[in-house]
C-alpha cells in the first residue's frame, strides 16, 4: 500500500498524516547520502538557513512539495524555500539539498524557488540563496534548463530593487553558477566551494586537458577571475558576512540603509591623522589603514578583496550612515587603475548607486597602469566603464584626495569634472597629468641628454623635478582653479566628510528622459 493510497478519516489520524509527511520532509535524502554528509561533518540545508536567520523566524514554504505523478518522488525535491528575518528585517532564503537529487534543479525545484523570488519582489526584500548544486536535472530533460530560464528571468526585477546574495557551499556546475553571478554578491568557502561552467570529467573528455576540480574552481581560483566577493574560511563566517553586508544595506531601493549610533562631532579626535602620510611621496601605506580611521569604526565589509588589490572597495559607516568606499592601495601596483581595477570599481559604485549609498573617493594614484599586457586586456573600455558607472551615479559623492592623483586616474577617482560634488584635499595632495619624474623625459628628456657631465645632468634633472612639484602637482593649482572645494588639514578629514555628506543628503539628480544608457563595451 503506498502512501497515497492511505486516507486518514479521523480529525486525528489527518494531523497525525500532517506530522508524519513534515517529519520525512525535515531531512527526505536517502540513508546514504545523509551518512556520507554527516561522515563530511556538512551541514544540512535548514541548519544552514537557522544558523543564517534570526533564531526562530524562519517559516517554511513548500516543505510537502514534489514531482506530481511520481509515488517514489521526495519531498522538497532538492530545495528548502521560505522567508524569514536578519536582524529583524525581511528577506526570503532558499537552500540546496544535495542529498536529494544531488541539489539538482527539476521542474519542482525550479517552481519552489521562482515562488520565493517572486514573494521577494512583491515585498521587495532581500533574496540570499544557499547553492550547493550539481546543475541541471538530467531525467528532467528540457524542464530542467527551462527551470534555470526561469529562475534568471525574475533575476532581472530584483536586480538594483533588492539585494541578492548567493552563499556558495560546495560544488556548483553548469546553470548553477549562472544564477549565484548573476546575484549582486557571492560568498564562497575556501576549500569548500567550486564553480565552473563544465567540470573537470566533461573537459578531460572534450578537451583532453586534465585537470582537477580544486584547480579548475576552486574558491580562490574564482576569486582572481573575479567571480567572487568575498572567501572566508567556513560557513559560520560566510553567514557573519552575509550579516554585516546587509547591515550596510537597505531591504530595497525604496529603503533607506540602517543608521546607528556615532560619537559626537564634538568628541572626535583625530590628531594622529596629521603625521598619518609618509614624507616619501613614493613610500607605501596600506590604504585600509587609513579607511578605518575616516569611518566611524573598525568594521569595513571590503569586497572582492583577493582581487584587484589595488583598488578597495568596502562599505563603512561616516556619521553613523552607510558609505562605499572607493579607494586607491599604494601597497599594491602603487595604487595605479588596471583593468581589473576598473571593473571591480565600476560594478562597486553601480551597486552602492542602486542602493542609495553614498560613495567616498580616497585617492592616491599615479595613473592607470601602463603596458602591453594592460593594453592587450581592454584596458581602454574597462577603464571607461569606471568613468562611466561613477558619471552615472547619482549618489552624494565626496573625493578625498591625500596624495597623488594624476593622469586620468584623478578624473576618474570621483573630478569635480566628472560629476563628484564636493572635492576634498590634504596638503600632501599632488594633482597633475603626471609625476615628475615621468614629466621630465617627457619635457625635458633632449636638454638633459645633451648635457654630458653626469652630475651635472642630476642635479638638472632634481631642478626641474623640483619646480614641476611646486608649481605643477601642487593642489593650490587645482584649488586656485576651483576643482578642489576644500583644502584641509588631516585632522579634520572626519568632521569634513560628515558635514559635506549631510549637506548632501537631500541631493536629487534626474537623467535626460531616455530607455536606458548603454555602457562601454
Same mark, same amino acid.
Given at each position: ?7 486518514? %478519516?479521523?480529525t486525528?489520524?489527518?494531523?497525525a498524516?500532517?506530522?508524519?509527511r ?6 527526505p !535524502?536517502s ?5 556520507k ?5 556538512r ?7 537557522d544558523?543564517l536567520l =534570526?533564531?526562530g523566524?524562519?517559516?517554511?514554504? !513548500? +516543505?510537502l512539495?514534489?514531482?506530481? !505523478? =511520481?509515488?517514489?518522488?521526495v519531498?522538497?525535491d ?5 522567508y524569514g528575518r536578519i536582524?529583524g528585517?525581511?528577506?526570503? #532564503? ?7 537529487? !544531488? ?16 514573494f521577494?519582489i512583491?515585498i521587495s526584500?532581500?533574496?540570499i ?10 531525467q528532467? /530533460?528540457v ?5 534555470y %530560464?526561469?529562475? +534568471?528571468?525574475?533575476?532581472l ?5 533588492v ?8 560544488k556548483s556546475?553548469?546553470?548553477?553558477v549562472?544564477?549565484?553571478v548573476t546575484t549582486?554578491?557571492?560568498v564562497?568557502?575556501?576549500g569548500?566551494?567550486e ?10 573528455? #572534450?578537451?583532453?586537458?586534465?585537470i582537477? %576540480?580544486a584547480?579548475l574552481?576552486?574558491?580562490? #581560483?574564482?576569486?582572481?577571475a573575479g567571480?567572487?566577493?568575498?572567501v572566508?574560511a567556513?560557513?559560520?563566517e560566510a553567514?557573519?558576512?552575509?550579516k ?7 531591504t ?11 560619537q559626537?562631532?564634538?568628541?572626535l579626535?583625530?590628531?594622529?591623522l596629521?603625521?598619518f602620510m609618509?614624507d616619501d611621496? $613614493?613610500?607605501?601605506y596600506?590604504?585600509?589603514?587609513l ?7 573598525? =568594521?569595513?565589509v571590503e ?6 588589490e $589595488?583598488l ?8 553613523g550612515?552607510?558609505v562605499?568606499?572607493?579607494a586607491n592601495?599604494p ?6 587603475? =588596471? ?11 553601480r551597486?552602492?548607486d542602486?542602493? $542609495? ?7 592616491d594614484t599615479?595613473?592607470?597602469l601602463p603596458?602591453v599586457?594592460?593594453?592587450r586586456?581592454?584596458?581602454?573600455h574597462r ?8 558619471v552615472? /551615479?547619482t ?5 578625498l584626495?591625500?596624495?597623488? +592623483?594624476?593622469g586620468g ?7 569635480k569634472n566628472?560629476n563628484g560634488?564636493? $572635492?576634498l ?9 603626471m609625476?615628475?619624474?615621468a614629466?621630465? #623625459?617627457?619635457?625635458q ?12 645632468r642630476e642635479?638638472?634633472k ?9 608649481e605643477?602637482t601642487?593642489p593650490?593649482?587645482a584649488?586656485?582653479r576651483g576643482?578642489?572645494?576644500q ?6 578629514t ?7 555628506l549631510?549637506?548632501?543628503?537631500s541631493?536629487?539628480e534626474?537623467?535626460?528622459p531616455?530607455?536606458?544608457t548603454i555602457?562601454?563595451?
Amino acid at each position: 500500500m503506498t502512501e497515497s493510497s492511505i486516507r486518514p %478519516s479521523s480529525t486525528a489520524e489527518k494531523l497525525a498524516d500532517l506530522r508524519e509527511r513534515l517529519d520525512k520532509a525535515q531531512d527526505p !535524502g536517502s540513508e546514504r547520502s545523509r551518512k556520507k554528509r554527516d561522515e563530511a561533518g556538512r551541514t544540512t540545508p535548514r541548519q544552514r538557513i537557522d544558523a543564517l536567520l =534570526d533564531e526562530g523566524s524562519f517559516v517554511e514554504i !513548500g +516543505a510537502l512539495a514534489r514531482t506530481p !505523478g =511520481d509515488p517514489d518522488a521526495v519531498y522538497s525535491d532538492g530545495v528548502v524555500t521560505g522567508y524569514g528575518r536578519i536582524d529583524g528585517r525581511p528577506v526570503a #532564503v532558499y537552500a540546496h539539498d544535495k542529498t536529494v537529487y !544531488g541539489g539538482s534543479v527539476g521542474v519542482t525545484f525550479g517552481r519552489k524557488v521562482t515562488e520565493v523570488m517572486e514573494f521577494a519582489i512583491k515585498i521587495s526584500c532581500p533574496v540570499i540563496g544557499i547553492q550547493d548544486s550539481g546543475g541541471a536535472r538530467i531525467q528532467d /530533460a528540457v524542464t530542467s534548463l527551462a527551470m534555470y %530560464s526561469e529562475i +534568471a528571468k525574475r533575476q532581472l526585477p530584483l536586480s538594483g530593487r533588492v539585494p541578492q546574495i548567493s552563499i556558495m557551499l560546495g560544488k556548483s556546475a553548469g546553470g548553477a553558477v549562472y544564477a549565484p553571478v548573476t546575484t549582486d554578491f557571492v560568498v564562497a568557502v575556501d576549500g569548500e566551494s567550486e564553480m565552473y561552467v563544465t567540470g573537470p570529467n566533461v573537459i578531460r573528455e #572534450v578537451t583532453g586537458e586534465d585537470i582537477t %576540480s580544486a584547480e579548475l574552481g576552486g574558491a580562490r #581560483v574564482q576569486e582572481q577571475a573575479g567571480n567572487i566577493q568575498a572567501v572566508v574560511a567556513s560557513e559560520e563566517e560566510a553567514f557573519d558576512y552575509v550579516k554585516d553586508l546587509l547591515a550596510h544595506l537597505p531591504t530595497s531601493a525604496f529603503d533607506a540603509a540602517p543608521v546607528v549610533a556615532a560619537q559626537p562631532d564634538e568628541e572626535l579626535d583625530d590628531s594622529a591623522l596629521d603625521t598619518f602620510m609618509p614624507d616619501d611621496t $613614493n613610500a607605501g601605506y596600506d590604504m585600509m589603514d587609513l579607511l578605518v580611521q575616516l569611518g566611524d569604526d573598525e =568594521d569595513l565589509v571590503e569586497v572582492q578583496a583577493g582581487y584587484a588589490e $589595488n583598488l578597495i572597495c568596502a562599505f563603512g559607516r561616516i556619521d553613523g550612515r552607510a558609505v562605499g568606499f572607493v579607494a586607491n592601495n599604494p601597497m599594491v601596483l602603487a595604487g595605479c587603475i =588596471d583593468a581589473d581595477a576598473a571593473d571591480k570599481g565600476a560594478r562597486f559604485i553601480r551597486t552602492c548607486d542602486a542602493y $542609495n549609498i553614498p560613495l567616498v573617493y580616497v585617492v592616491d594614484t599615479p595613473g592607470y597602469l601602463p603596458g602591453v599586457e594592460q593594453e592587450r586586456e581592454g584596458l581602454i573600455h574597462r577603464g571607461a566603464k569606471f568613468a562611466f558607472a561613477g558619471v552615472e /551615479a547619482t549618489v552624494p559623492k565626496v573625493t578625498l584626495i591625500v596624495r597623488k +592623483a594624476y593622469g586620468g586616474a584623478y578624473a576618474v577617482m570621483g573630478s569635480k569634472n566628472l560629476n563628484g560634488d564636493i $572635492n576634498l584635499a590634504w596638503p600632501t595632495a599632488q594633482i597633475a597629468v603626471m609625476g615628475s619624474s615621468a614629466a621630465v #623625459v617627457m619635457l625635458q628628456g633632449k636638454q638633459l641628454a645633451a648635457i654630458e657631465d653626469p652630475v651635472q645632468r642630476e642635479a638638472m634633472k632634481k631642478m626641474f623635478m623640483d619646480f614641476y612639484d611646486q608649481e605643477m602637482t601642487s593642489p593650490y593649482v587645482a584649488a586656485e582653479r576651483g576643482y578642489i572645494d576644500q583644502m584641509i588639514e588631516p585632522s579634520q578629514t572626519r568632521i569634513a566628510l560628515r558635514r559635506a555628506l549631510r549637506q548632501l543628503a537631500s541631493k536629487q539628480e534626474f537623467d535626460l528622459p531616455k530607455k536606458h544608457t548603454i555602457s562601454p563595451l
